[in-house]
């Protein structure tokens, strides 16, 4: 009845990944995860993938240093198995920027090092390493001896700058100067896939890696969004009380940091995926648990000898961050718990965040908008929608026998890797019907589940096409837009009135 009313409309479109979302986390970027992938390889489901996103919101073509990687940081995909949240292994990625010191500047410096202004001139360095943790029931899993090390001293993937840096830093073509007369190496840029697929790297496992600097893959009209839930016609069924399209992707034009990881299957089922290609929904055997964590150093102490971060870290890695299903954190989870919820583990979301699922917040707030009203909806099925929703928390269960307790329900992708992944079951990086979209609307199946009580009814559909087109291989990411010719900004004529007409500028 629900769903049925609803269909009617084009739905409501409160969609987030994690962008910014915690109050926690609006002065520590480097610890803002946004979004996270995990999905298993079609038909033979012998590789797991693994994408990690964070530090958002980058300019292409702003800051001195540009976008550069985290140090001090750690960067984790943790994966449990079957019904239990309890890790069974940690792939951890940690970055190395590197500086050598200079005397202070002389006329006769040559080119390059420490002194100069932009990173990319400076001959610094940045690189990672990658281990993996095994799980076990001894309570320590986050001993360094469980590490075993899968890669070190990898490079980074370098910003995509422009046309000269692609010249006179990365090599990609020759250079000819100012007065050449020819524009060539100021107009034409060079930084492209290939280029970027030299910055993948094998891992000891048989598994590949790569970060650095991507396209922000997610969509989202945040605008509307941010402005108590300001929807446009065209997400809600062409009602006249609503704003008049269209809606825009405000990550449009932006990048942010990814890592991209692929994993053999064979270590994660070393005895095989059980009854692989055979769908079981009254098992749990061949599931997987996955969800991103950041950590850090819990002391942070100013460090003037620190020439890149500035500080020094002690004490014990302590959370800081955390991610899994878009739209949990900033669409379930309460102002006030979102904090809370960055610093703790899965294992514990029962009790610390099973009234926002059962409760959603979201279904009262659109009846106080009156978009229940609006559309028609029964006063009956808004009560219903309201709660207890066991509904949410069977779907992100996948259906599966998992007990709703601490320990095995939580804010984790579950995908069963007997099985093609397609949400909720995993979540995937594009595989949509065209090269710019996604294979499932996230957005709409999640918002549909809470103001519907149906995945399937189709609603808030908004944005769904990228900015730029995904790569259909890994890593699947759409190369960084460029600093000089892509991004944002303006030639600043006419000016912008303080107070926009009606329906803004198209």
């Given at each position: ?44 489901h ?22 550069r ?12 198995k ?31 090092g ?18 993996r ?19 070190r001293?990898?490079?980074v ?6 046309p ?6 990365y ?31 094998p891992?000891a ?23 108590l ?25 932006f ?49 003037a ?57 979201l279904?009262?707030d ?105 790569l ?16 944002h900004?303006?030639?600043?004529v ?12 198209p």
């Amino acid at each position: 009845m629900i769903a049925a009313t609803l269909l009617t409309a084009a739905g409501i479109t409160v969609r987030g990944s994690s962008h910014r979302e915690a109050l926690a986390i609006l002065n520590e970027p480097c610890a803002d995860n946004t979004d996270t992938y995990a999905w298993v390889s079609n038909g033979s489901h012998d590789k797991l993938y693994l994408i990690m996103d964070f530090n958002p919101l980058h300019e292409p073509g702003q800051g001195n240093q540009g976008l550069r990687a985290c140090n001090g940081y750690r960067y984790e995909f943790h994966i449990a198995k079957g019904a239990s949240l309890k890790d069974r292994v940690v792939y951890r990625v940690e970055f190395k920027n590197t500086l050598e010191r200079e005397a202070p500047p002389s006329p006769t410096d040559p080119l390059g090092g420490g002194n100069e202004l932009l990173w990319q001139l400076t001959g610094g360095t940045e690189t990672m390493k990658v281990t993996r943790i095994e799980g076990s029931d001894d309570g320590d899993d986050w001993r360094d001896d469980d590490a075993v090390v899968l890669g070190r001293n990898l490079p980074v993937l370098p910003n995509n700058h422009g046309p000269q840096t692609d010249r006179l830093i990365y090599h990609l073509g020759d250079f000819k100067g100012y007065d050449s007369g020819d524009p060539t190496s100021r107009e034409v840029g060079l930084y492209d896939q290939p280029f970027v697929d030299t910055f993948i790297h094998p891992l000891a496992n048989g598994g590949r890696i790569i970060a650095g600097q991507f396209d922000d893959p997610y969509q989202l009209d945040e605008k509307g969004i941010f402005d108590l839930v300001n929807l446009n016609r065209d997400d809600l069924g062409g009602i006249p009380g609503a704003r008049r399209p269209p809606a825009k992707d405000v990550f449009t034009g932006f990048n942010l940091f990814s890592i991209a990881l692929e994993v053999p299957m064979s270590e994660i089922f070393a005895q095989g995926i059980p009854h692989n290609r055979q769908l079981r929904a009254d098992s749990t055997d061949s599931l997987l648990r996955v969800w991103a964590r950041i950590s850090r150093r819990e002391t942070q102490t100013v460090d003037a000898n620190n020439i890149i971060t500035g500080l020094k870290g002690s004490g014990d890695f302590v959370q800081v961050g955390r991610n899994a299903l878009p739209l949990f954190n900033a669409g379930l989870v309460g102002t006030q718990r979102q904090t809370l919820y960055l610093r703790t583990s899965p294992l514990h979301d029962v009790t610390n965040f099973g009234a926002d699922v059962l409760f959603p917040v979201l279904v009262r707030d659109a009846e106080a908008l009156g978009i229940y009203k609006a559309l028609g909806v029964p006063d009956a099925a808004v009560a219903t929608l309201k709660g207890p929703r066991f509904d949410i928390i069977n779907a992100i269960n996948l259906g599966r026998p998992i007990p709703v307790a601490d320990g095995f329900t939580g804010d984790v992708i579950t995908l069963d890797a007997a099985i093609d992944s397609s949400f909720p079951n995993g979540r995937r990086l594009g595989g949509g019907s065209a090269p710019n979209r996604n294979q499932v609307n996230v957005n709409s199946v999640l918002i549909s589940l809470i103001v519907a009580g149906d995945p399937a009814a189709g609603l808030a559909k908004g944005v769904e096409v990228n900015d730029k087109d995904y790569l259909d291989r890994f890593p699947f990411l759409a190369p960084a837009h460029q600093g000089l010719y892509q991004g944002h900004g303006g030639v600043n004529v006419p000016t912008q009135p303080n107070i926009p007409p009606p329906g803004g500028t198209p």
